[in-house]
């Protein structure tokens, strides 16, 4: 079993900069794509951004060149460094495997608002 934490999550002004960190402890198997979702409020859990193993990446269109994606598999730690933040990125962001293989866990608050 998996153990997911997410972390860094906050209040942000429009513009503004967050990093998220999500720990996995448990039999993590170093070969799973991570990626971190986002759900708003009202809507569905999305796919944000992915990592492959070997460090090849993918991000939904609306956060690519603003948010970056990175992992240290020998922490089992994976990042997601956001910057010029938009009211729209308000959401609990999550992470997991891109097949969503592990329990989900409670997911860090980001709030952009002036």
């Known amino acids: 079993q998996v153990q997911l934490v997410e972390s860094g999550g906050g209040l942000v002004q429009p513009g503004g900069s967050l990093r998220l960190s999500c720990a996995a402890s448990?039999?993590?198997?170093?070969?799973?794509?991570m990626a971190w979702y986002r759900q708003a409020p009202g809507e569905q859990r999305e796919l944000v951004a992915s990592i492959a193993f070997g460090g090849n990446t993918n991000y939904v269109d609306s956060v690519k060149g603003r948010f970056t994606i990175s992992r240290d598999t020998a922490k089992n730690m994976v990042y997601l460094q956001m910057n010029s933040l938009k009211p729209e990125d308000t959401a609990v962001y999550y992470c997991n495997t891109l097949t969503r293989a592990w329990s989900w866990g409670q997911g860090t608050q980001v709030t952009v608002s002036s």
């Open positions: 448990g039999r993590v198997f170093t070969s799973y794509i």
